[in-house]
């Protein structure tokens, strides 16, 4: 190692006497070069400004002149104002502020006033440099085995913190080094008598900014290893499938080279691992591996690996075989998620049952790239096994009933273990029932039997279907008239049109009314008086629970549409029209039902009943023109007193008249008539019913 240089400083002075250097017969020299000490530091006396004559006290510079934010580098003096003065000024350049100066070796120039303390003063300016040369810290001169692994770009050691070898520092430098070096290498034959291979001298350079160098010299011994302690790698080494079972793998797994490699005991009892087909220095080591499979033909997933170790020493010209076995065991199953459907699916509209294509499954395996599912049982909601067939890559459950079902995936590798998983498959009824008609349906009304209403007449909903199904369940019937129908005297709860969406107004909603129950099916309450929920076309006022609609004289002779709703009980709880939230599937299940429509023609066929009550008397002295006496029919309005009228009962609107007959009247006055009453009703009025009545004169 060189011997470490100290220098003084020194300074060329030049005084130039001049107006701006001098005052008051106080000089200054113009410029100094100052270098700083080997700790870094520079000191300014008031006699580093001046000329030999000298006669100043005190030294003075501002801090904005030095481009200093602080003081903190600077030591003394004190500080006023920005203006930083002593006897003598030490700057450290290892504070952060000189941090340029580092990097450069030098700084300034700066201005530098002197003073005398009589108020006589001068200034000049000071250049910091660093002249020192680097301080170079080398390596210790070593000995080193061939088995090194880390090498320079010419195949020598390569220096490092953590490198055997070393590596050369600057760190007691004042400014920036640079460091390098060049090896001259001495080659030597190896033989059993001889372990030097080679020596290195390492000649390491360190060069400061200012182009200043030290240079040292470290000596590099390299030694070859002895073959005879030589270690075989461990015999049997154990590891899972999908582990890596090259040399580098194995001691990475272990943290232990021993169970990878071959290796050979250097001096210190250090242990030097052979990494394979890498020759260095005298010793080379290479495998060759043979596999087998465990689990029989085009299965890798478990395999035992013959691993032969070669190890050759040139210098001693032996060379030595080691076996080594490497089991590789599958004993993991594969990995095996199948989603659950985001949906429920629905049985066919032919059968209560349907086929399902079931979801993908994704099978992984860390050792077995073919690992699949190899079955798919299936339970439907009694516990009783599902066909489940593969077609196409495709798992089909085939017939699978209404209900909650559970399928269970099975994977295997191909060293046979398995796993499993589970999924529920939810089938619901989703089809509405078949809903089928009559097409055509007459029907005739018929009297009340009360004292004030007109003729009705009845539909039923079994008067209407047509023979109507569901593929699942018993199905259920209820019916309604179009909008726009006449009551019929099939009135429900009283209440206001506030509650009609229909009321075309305001004052319509305010209006009490009984509701229609022709317009609507059912309230809360069907034809089974079974509790559910309201519909479209139902509403809480309706009280004939869907089970009939009237028709009335309003309807006569015209074609209506009835319509007719079909109900299954697709959730099975027995309530038709009712739908059951079940939790752990998130899911409603509803029943389901259809429509369809009939057209019904309304007649009226009723024979109407007439009777002639009462007799007529009048007096020969009476005007006879009262009596409106017609030979032909005649209608009684406006001509036949009401208390002379027969009693009528015709269902629905009729025609009364009237005409006379019989003897007449005599020259005296006297005599009868034969007044004939016939009534037209039914059939549009086609059939006709008569009484007669005696007018007396």
């Known amino acids: 190692m060189n011997r470490r240089l100290h220098y003084l400083f020194c300074f060329l002075a030049l005084l130039v006497f001049s107006t701006g250097l001098s005052a008051q017969g106080l000089a200054c020299l113009p410029s100094v070069n100052l270098s700083i000490d080997s700790e870094c530091t520079a000191t300014i006396y008031p006699n580093t400004m001046q000329p030999p004559s000298n006669g100043g006290t005190l030294v003075s510079i501002k801090l904005s002149d030095f481009k200093l934010k602080d003081d903190s580098s600077l030591s003394g003096g004190s500080l006023v104002n920005g203006v930083y003065s002593g006897a003598a000024i030490t700057v450290d350049f290892t504070s952060p502020a000189w941090s340029a100066f580092f990097n450069a070796g030098m700084a300034g120039p700066f201005k530098v006033s002197v003073l005398d303390g009589s108020g006589n003063s001068c200034w000049g300016t000071v250049m910091f440099e660093d002249k020192l040369p680097p301080v170079l810290d080398i390596p210790a001169d070593l000995s080193i085995y061939c088995l090194y692994n880390n090498k320079d770009a010419k195949g020598n050691p390569a220096p490092g913190a953590l490198e055997p070898v070393g590596i050369a520092t600057a760190e007691e430098s004042c400014s920036k080094v640079t460091i390098s070096y060049f090896d001259i290498v001495t080659d030597r034959a190896c033989s059993p008598?001889?372990?030097?291979?080679?020596?290195?001298?390492?000649?390491?350079?360190?060069?400061?900014?200012?182009?200043?160098?030290?240079?040292?010299?470290?000596?590099?011994?390299?030694?070859?290893?002895?073959?005879?302690?030589?270690?075989?790698?461990?015999?049997?080494?154990?590891?899972?499938?999908?582990?890596?079972?090259?040399?580098?793998?194995?001691?990475?797994?272990?943290?232990?080279?021993?169970?990878?490699?071959?290796?050979?005991?250097?001096?210190?009892?250090?242990?030097?691992?052979?990494?394979?087909?890498?020759?260095?220095?005298?010793?080379?080591?290479?495998?060759?591996?043979?596999?087998?499979?465990?689990?029989?033909?085009?299965?890798?997933?478990?395999?035992?690996?013959?691993?032969?170790?070669?190890?050759?020493?040139?210098?001693?010209?032996?060379?030595?075989?080691?076996?080594?076995?490497?089991?590789?065991?599958?004993?993991?199953?594969?990995?095996?998620?199948?989603?659950?459907?985001?949906?429920?699916?629905?049985?066919?509209?032919?059968?209560?049952?349907?086929?399902?294509?079931?979801?993908?499954?994704?099978?992984?395996?860390?050792?077995?790239?073919?690992?699949?599912?190899?079955?798919?049982?299936?339970?439907?909601?009694?516990?009783?096994?599902?066909?489940?067939?593969?077609?196409?890559?495709?798992?089909?459950?085939?017939?699978?009933?209404?209900?909650?079902?559970?399928?269970?995936?099975?994977?295997?590798?191909?060293?046979?273990?398995?796993?499993?998983?589970?999924?529920?498959?939810?089938?619901?009824?989703?089809?509405?029932?078949?809903?089928?008609?009559?097409?055509?349906?007459?029907?005739?009304?018929?009297?009340?039997?009360v004292d004030g209403e007109g003729a009705v007449a009845k539909i039923k909903p079994e008067h209407i279907d047509n023979g109507s199904y569901d593929n699942c369940t018993d199905v259920y019937l209820e019916v309604r008239r179009e909008a726009g129908a006449p009551s019929c005297l099939n009135e429900g709860l009283e209440t206001t049109k506030s509650g009609d969406k229909f009321a075309r107004n305001e004052a319509d909603r305010n209006v009490n009314v009984f509701w229609n129950n022709n317009l609507t099916y059912n309230d809360e309450t069907n034809g089974l008086d079974q509790r559910t929920n309201l519909h479209e076309s139902d509403r809480t006022w309706d009280t004939d629970q869907g089970q009939f609609v009237k028709f009335c004289c309003e309807d006569v002779g015209e074609e209506h549409k009835v319509w007719l709703r079909v109900w299954d009980d697709a959730n099975m709880s027995g309530i038709y029209g009712d739908s059951i939230y079940v939790a752990e599937a998130g899911i409603y299940?509803?029943?389901?039902?259809?429509?369809?429509?009939?057209?019904?023609?309304?007649?009226?066929?009723?024979?109407?009943?007439?009777?002639?009550?009462?007799?007529?008397?009048?007096?020969?002295?009476?005007?006879?023109?009262?009596?409106?006496?017609?030979?032909?029919?005649?209608?009684?309005?406006?001509?036949?007193?009401?208390?002379?009228?027969?009693?009528?009962?015709?269902?629905?609107?009729?025609?009364?008249?009237?005409?006379?007959?019989?003897?007449?009247?005599?020259?005296?006055?006297?005599?009868?008539?034969?007044?004939?009453?016939?009534?037209?009703?039914?059939?549009?009025?086609?059939?006709v019913v008569t009484c007669t009545q005696t007018i007396t004169v």
């Open 193 to 449: 008598t001889n372990d030097t291979v080679s020596v290195i001298q390492r000649i390491w350079t360190a060069v400061n900014v200012k182009g200043i160098a030290s240079v040292d010299t470290q000596t590099i011994i390299v030694r070859a290893v002895n073959g005879a302690s030589l270690t075989r790698p461990a015999a049997l080494v154990n590891i899972k499938c999908f582990e890596g079972d090259l040399p580098w793998q194995l001691a990475a797994k272990f943290a232990e080279d021993t169970m990878a490699y071959p290796s050979v005991l250097l001096v210190g009892g250090i242990r030097q691992y052979l990494k394979p087909d890498t020759a260095v220095c005298n010793v080379v080591a290479t495998f060759s591996d043979v596999e087998l499979s465990a689990c029989g033909p085009n299965c890798g997933a478990s395999i035992k690996i013959s691993r032969t170790w070669l190890v050759l020493d040139w210098c001693n010209a032996t060379t030595n075989i080691f076996q080594q076995i490497i089991k590789k065991t599958d004993d993991i199953p594969p990995v095996i998620s199948v989603a659950q459907p985001d949906k429920p699916y629905s049985v066919t509209a032919w059968a209560c049952e349907t086929d399902i294509v079931l979801p993908t499954a994704t099978v992984t395996d860390q050792c077995d790239d073919h690992a699949k599912v190899v079955a798919v049982d299936g339970f439907d909601p009694e516990g009783l096994p599902i066909e489940v067939d593969l077609v196409g890559g495709k798992w089909v459950a085939r017939d699978v009933t209404k209900g909650l079902s559970t399928f269970i995936y099975t994977a295997s590798d191909c060293c046979g273990n398995t796993s499993t998983a589970e999924i529920s498959v939810w089938v619901l009824d989703k089809i509405a029932p078949v809903a089928t008609a009559k097409e055509y349906i007459t029907v005739s009304l018929t009297r009340s039997g």
């Open 589 to 687: 299940l509803k029943d389901n039902y259809n429509e369809t429509w009939a057209v019904v023609y309304v007649e009226d066929n009723t024979v109407p009943i007439i009777n002639c009550e009462v007799d007529i008397t009048t007096y020969c002295d009476e005007d006879l023109a009262k009596l409106n006496l017609s030979t032909d029919w005649k209608t009684v309005v406006g001509n036949v007193p009401a208390s002379w009228l027969p009693w009528v009962d015709a269902a629905c609107d009729y025609e009364l008249e009237y005409k006379d007959g019989g003897d007449g009247v005599n020259t005296c006055g006297f005599g009868e008539f034969i007044r004939t009453y016939r009534v037209k009703g039914g059939k549009n009025g086609n059939i």
